[in-house]
């Protein structure tokens, strides 16, 4: 497929325990961002990666929550100790580039997380 | 603290009509704005965007007008068709907060035929 995949799509735990979500970004994209939509509201921006690294990582609510995108190409948004308010849908974005021409982002589908 | 706000969280047009979808933001840092619409179990899906030092981008049935005075912009859809209906967000990004897209609440529009 050529649009962003996010596994798995729902994804059930109970409060306490560690969960991790992947996102595989469109091919050659160099920018992959993680946001999160709680019902009712618009995403909301966690982090972004500019090729490997971490470029802005301000919008983690606390350090339960981490990413790693180790190649360059997939990332997994990993939280720890999860909490019921962790529950909402986490979106992966997608961009071919940071020129600021073109900001259009990618989407995938989404991962629904609901904790227990 | 919302940055970008949508202060209609729906609307209903008539099929043919004119759909105008408003959107205001605080931050005067912003310089780039989006529009993203979203089915359910969907991701939002890009749309139509503008540069601040634009005041209007066409593209086809869609039109964003941005007036950085007021801090405000909206989206027409002319003619609205049915399979319009979905979420629209309203979107805008600053070079000082990196690429990162701020997004307002939504409004679901709805076009009856």
């Known amino acids: 497929g050529a649009g962003v995949s996010q596994t798995p799509s729902n994804k059930v735990t109970e409060k306490g325990k560690y969960v991790e979500l992947r996102c595989d970004p469109i091919?050659?994209?160099?920018?992959l961002y993680w946001y999160r939509q709680s019902l009712g509201q618009g995403p909301e921006f966690l982090i972004y990666?500019?090729?490997?690294?971490?470029?802005?990582d301000s919008g983690l609510p606390n350090d339960r929550f981490f990413a790693v995108r180790p190649e360059g190409s997939v990332s997994t948004l990993k939280i720890q100790r999860t909490e019921r308010g962790d529950s909402a849908v986490y979106l992966c974005a997608s961009s071919p580039s940071l020129d600021r021409v073109i900001n259009e982002q990618f989407f995938g589908p989404g991962t629904r997380l609901t904790v227990l | 603290d919302q940055q970008v706000k949508q202060n209609s969280p729906s609307l209903s047009v008539q099929e043919g009509r004119i759909s105008i979808l408003n959107c205001d933001y605080t931050n005067s840092m912003f310089d780039y704005f989006l529009w993203y619409k979203k089915y359910p179990a969907e991701g939002p899906t890009f749309l139509i965007s503008i540069s601040s030092i634009k005041d209007k981008n066409e593209d086809g049935r869609f039109t964003v007008f941005l007036n950085k005075s007021a801090k405000h912009l909206s989206l027409h859809i002319v003619p609205s068709q049915p399979g319009d209906s979905a979420v629209y967000f309203c979107a805008a990004s600053a070079v000082d907060s990196g690429y990162a897209l701020n997004f307002g609440k939504g409004t679901s529009l709805l076009v009856t035929p």
């Open positions: 990666f500019q090729g490997t690294g971490a470029a802005d």
């Open positions: 091919s050659g994209h160099t920018a």
